[in-house]
């Protein structure tokens, strides 16, 4: 019974085609396999930076949020 979660386990993992690296979950494993393809997909639409992590793109926008909201607009 056991050896059958874990085989469950194991049928899930979605591995690196570089390195041993392997995760339960796709998104960690794409955001893994960019670091070795140098890929950086997310890119900031104010001024065209480029993050390979979207949760760093994420924080990038919050200062541009910050910027536009300390900005008086007459
Ligand atoms: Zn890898
Ligand atoms: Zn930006």
Do not use: W
Request: hydrophobic content about 25%.
């Amino acid at each position: 019974m056991l050896n059958s979660v874990f085989e469950k386990k194991d049928h899930k993992m979605h591995h690196c085609p570089y390195c041993p690296y392997s995760h339960r979950r796709k998104y960690n494993t794409d955001l893994h396999i960019r670091k070795h393809t140098g890929e950086k997909p997310f890119h900031c639409d104010m001024c065209g930076r480029r993050f390979s992590d979207k949760s760093n793109l994420n924080k990038h926008a919050i200062t541009h949020l910050i910027q536009s909201m300390n900005r008086v607009d007459t």
